[in-house]
């Protein structure tokens, strides 16, 4: 079985951070989103992957991951517009060739990977499988359709959906899904929906399988998902400290990389501190995750990213639920607590 992410898209949502990135190389506990994604395939045994890359964020993609992913070979292609997810599937058919393939959106983190799931649809021979899970808005999501305990219908984005249960973003084909693709007329929304492609299947009498997601699954388009999805996984990180600690005091589940130094400060885990970095005088609280080559003196802050070579310091109000792009310098005394999204390099200061 090969493995298929997609890391195309513009990330709209996510801007000012994606004018310099893609989305899928937003960083959570301490890597990209797509490394995460790259770890879990391989973990599930799949030694080739195809990456589907933009072409404006595509070398950047490309320069992250490389030509390989610890055993797994990577190969890449790119899809000139984002004309929907079965667009996309065919533009990779020619790497995929006829094999059976996992097709994993490049935005979405699973807790607990994947093994599991790619052991069930290999060991049973499926033809094709999705994962699902219960939402709060599955007007937002590819909804699916039951009669009794059988999947009989796909529907992209309802007004009206017919359950709550979503398609996760993660789904199995064998490749009949390419047949049924080359037949696809565009959605309303002039995309080829894979929803629709899932349709053709059962439409065509080809089982499609389910499996509903242990734990939880984030898609992670806004920048709350973002964060939500950095505390989820920071509560399954285990307390390490190849760096230097002085002073203060330290609790829960903290990671704190080599050449990372902890000075007087107070930390609440989960909490992931990068290489090179520098905490002093300081309240890091639970779900912050610090990325390289940080300065972080005089601050209060929790439940925020906190990306590469940013400088905090002498901030007089407590920070929360902040997004803070590579390189921005915070500073000053901010007369409200902080809650902010920062695009790479900027400057939020107000003079003593």
Not at 67 to 84: A, C, H, T
Not at 85 to 102: E, S
Not at 187 to 212: F, N, P
């Amino acid at each position: 079985m090969k493995g298929l992410i997609l890391s195309g898209g513009s990330g709209t949502r996510l801007r000012p951070l994606t004018h310099t990135r893609a989305k899928q190389l937003l960083p959570i506990v301490g890597a990209p989103i797509l490394h995460h994604i790259l770890d879990s395939l391989e973990d599930a045994g799949i030694k080739e992957t195809v990456i589907l890359i933009s072409p404006e964020t595509g070398d950047l993609v490309r320069e992250s991951c490389g030509s390989s992913w610890r055993s797994m070979n990577l190969e890449y292609v790119v899809q000139d517009k984002p004309l929907g997810l079965a667009h996309a599937v065919a533009t990779a058919r020619p790497l995929l060739g006829d094999d059976p393939f996992l097709l994993f959106l490049g935005d979405n983190v699973l807790k607990g990977g994947i093994k599991k799931y790619a052991d069930e649809f290999k060991s049973k021979n499926m033809e094709s499988m999705v994962l699902l899970s219960k939402v709060e808005r599955p007007q937002q999501f590819g909804v699916a359709i039951f009669k009794g305990e059988e999947l009989v219908g796909m529907i992209e984005k309802p007004k009206n959906p017919p359950s709550d249960l979503a398609l996760v973003g993660i789904y199995f084909f064998n490749k009949k899904i390419h047949q049924i693709i080359q037949d696809l007329k565009p959605s309303d929304r002039g995309e080829y929906e894979i929803t629709d492609a899932i349709q053709g299947l059962i439409d065509d009498s080809v089982k499609v399988h389910h499996m509903r997601v242990d734990g939880w699954w984030k898609d992670t388009g806004l920048p709350e998902d973002l964060i939500e999805a950095n505390k989820l996984l920071l509560e399954d990180v285990k307390t390490r400290f190849d760096g230097v600690v002085s002073g203060g005091r330290i609790n829960g589940k903290v990671v704190i990389e080599k050449g990372a130094k902890v000075e007087n400060s107070y930390i609440e885990g989960p909490v992931y501190i990068g290489k090179n970095s520098v905490v002093k005088n300081s309240n890091i609280s639970a779900g912050t995750s610090i990325g390289e080559n940080c300065r972080i003196n005089t601050v209060d802050i929790g439940n925020s990213i906190i990306m590469d070579d940013c400088v905090l310091s002498a901030v007089s109000y407590p920070m929360s639920n902040c997004l803070i792009g590579e390189g921005c310098k915070v500073k000053g005394n901010i007369n409200t607590r902080l809650n902010v999204v920062l695009g790479d390099r900027s400057v939020l200061e107000v003079p003593d």
